[in-house]
């Protein structure tokens, strides 16, 4: 199907730890993107990774991808509080389930 | 820069009812999205205009559902009559390209009762 899946759907840690949220998919991609989404609403882009990439950073993000294996990890470091929100992958424009992040002051 | 500008941020209507949703992409975006999002779930892509063009309406209920983009640059969305499962938020994205990065706005949240 044309959407990810995302794992684990809900994850809570302490400020300062670091989460890691997979997305795993079935077709061929082009690229996979990751946003982030806080109270519900509009959604923000954090990161675009080509299907001819295996690793992007951004900040205190960290995204692999892995083409054969057809799964993608986010990797958050060094968490805050103001990290708590759900975190989807998309791919062709089309979103999974999400990662519901609870980060613990 | 302005963002994606969409109208209105409630509604609630009755079953059976009609509503429309308004969105202002950014300037210069050719390519326009319509989803909904049903509390607790991801959201699910109804359809996708380029300039004034369907590129794919595949999962928008289109004996309730429809969309417009005259013109090439705002879009509206109807629900014609609404169902108490419609209840959710339409969000409007835009993006410069077709495989881009997405621009949301902040959504109308719509309660059917």
């Known amino acids: 199907s044309q959407q990810g899946e995302e794992d684990p759907q809900a994850l809570s840690i302490q400020e300062g730890e670091n989460a890691t949220m997979n997305c795993s998919y079935k077709?061929?991609?082009?690229?996979l993107q990751w946003y982030r989404q806080n109270s519900g609403r509009g959604l923000v882009h954090l990161i675009l990774?080509?299907?001819?990439?295996r690793e992007k950073h951004s900040g205190r993000l960290r995204v692999t991808l892995d083409t054969s294996k057809k799964s993608s990890s986010l990797l958050i470091t060094a968490s805050r509080a103001a990290d708590t929100a759900s975190y989807f992958c998309?791919?062709?424009?089309?979103f999974g389930a999400g990662t519901r992040l609870t980060v613990k002051p | 820069e302005a963002g994606v500008a969409q109208s209105p941020r409630y509604k609630i209507i009755e079953k059976r009812q009609s509503v429309a949703f308004w969105c202002n992409p950014i300037?210069?975006?050719?390519?326009l999205y319509w989803y909904q999002q049903i509390l607790g779930q991801g959201p699910k892509l109804l359809i996708q205009?380029?300039?004034?063009?369907?590129?794919?309406d595949s999962q928008l209920p289109k004996d309730r559902f429809s969309a417009e983009r005259l013109k090439g640059v705002d879009s509206t969305l109807k629900i014609q009559p609404a169902k108490l499962e419609d209840s959710a938020v339409y969000l409007c994205?835009?993006?410069?390209?077709?495989?881009?990065?997405?621009?949301f706005g902040s959504g109308t949240q719509l309660s059917v009762l």
């Open positions: 990774i080509r299907s001819n990439e």
């Open positions: 994205a835009s993006s410069f390209s077709g495989q881009g990065k997405l621009f």
């Open positions: 300037s210069g975006h050719a390519t």
């Open positions: 077709t061929s991609i082009n690229n």
């Open positions: 998309a791919f062709y424009m089309r």
């Open positions: 205009f380029q300039n004034n063009g369907v590129v794919d």
